[in-house]
């Protein structure tokens, strides 16, 4: 209705742009699309959640039909449809559609029309100062693709990259589908490979049953503990302390400065592991029991 149309103010291209569109569309869109979780965008405006996830045929947006989408993958969906023939994009943006389980819509449509050119990857990198993303510089042209092209700036730097280099073309076959892309190039993507090949995942069934979420204690200095013989540990709180306490309840665990790739890890901090198997699967320990 009128109320509606006003409060939403839908912008038009086609209305907007009538000249533009009489050529096919444009010859380039640039941008750096807003970064907002579903979850957020339905308390704003789920008129808008629930426009981006129906279907409507041709015009359904593929990149918002797959988990917790954010709203950054329907505007890169929407830049490509902007597109004239011959047309280029350029979008910085967060680097995690490519391997998270909400990017899988978007990961099958670029790959069906192998439109991702170059992808320039900030790692850890942080662009931004007033907030924490994993950005990389993605480009996308309306035409087909043989490769994608993959670089590396960990340091934010791009200057020099030699996009000539053929260890930077990935072929479409090799990057996949809907599945998780690995975005690298030569040596690490081959070892890489090899280790998917060769190794067990750790949510393989022989490995675990099931993963939820990350070590998330709300209390290191009590339960991070400093192995200095065996049932002897340090408590490194604001005053150190020893305590003993039986190594079984103690897991290894490495964390922060101590984890490096394709190293075998080791550690002398141990984690508090209070839990134990049971019939439904993991139960909290009794106080009574553990004292």
């Known amino acids: 209705n009128a109320d ?3 409060r939403v103010n839908a912008f038009d291209w086609r209305a907007a742009f009538p000249e533009v569109f009489a050529r096919g569309g444009f010859d380039i869109v640039l941008g750096n699309p807003p970064y907002v979780k579903l979850q957020n965008l339905r308390k704003v405006h789920p008129d808008v959640a629930d426009y981006l996830q129906a279907n409507r045929g041709e015009d359904t947006y593929l990149s918002a039909q797959t ?3 954010d709203l ?3 505007f890169i969906e929407k830049g490509l449809r902007l597109l004239r023939e011959g047309g280029r994009m350029a979008y910085i943006a967060p680097s995690l559609w490519a391997v998270n389980e909400y990017g899988a819509g978007l990961r099958r449509l670029i790959a069906e029309r192998r439109q991702l050119d170059r992808w320039i990857d900030f790692k850890a990198h942080q662009v931004f100062k007033e907030a924490i993303t994993y950005t990389a510089l993605q480009f996308f042209t309306r035409a087909r693709n043989v490769a994608a092209r993959i670089a590396i700036a960990p340091d934010g730097k ?4 030699d996009w000539t280099d053929e260890e930077l073309a990935v072929d479409y076959a ?7 892309w690995l975005i690298a190039t030569g040596e690490e993507r081959a070892l890489i490979e090899r280790l998917a090949r060769d190794c067990k995942r750790l949510d393989d069934p022989n490995c675990a049953v099931a993963i939820f979420q990350g070590v998330k204690t709300g209390a290191d200095p009590v339960f991070k503990l400093r192995r200095i013989a065996p049932s002897r540990y340090i408590c490194e709180g604001r005053e150190p302390s020893e305590v003993n306490i039986e190594d079984e309840l103690l897991k290894p665990i490495v964390s922060g400065p101590e984890t490096k790739r394709y190293f075998d890890l080791c550690t002398e901090y141990y984690l508090l592991f209070p ?12 106080a009574r029991e553990l004292e």
């Open 67 to 69: 988990g917790n989408f």
């Open 158 to 161: 791009d200057s020099d990259i």
């Open 4 to 6: 509606d149309r006003e």
């Open 275 to 286: 839990y134990r198997k049971c019939r439904s699967g993991i139960e909290l320990i009794p």
């Open 72 to 74: 950054y993958l329907p």
């Open 174 to 180: 090799a990057l996949g589908g809907e599945a998780e």
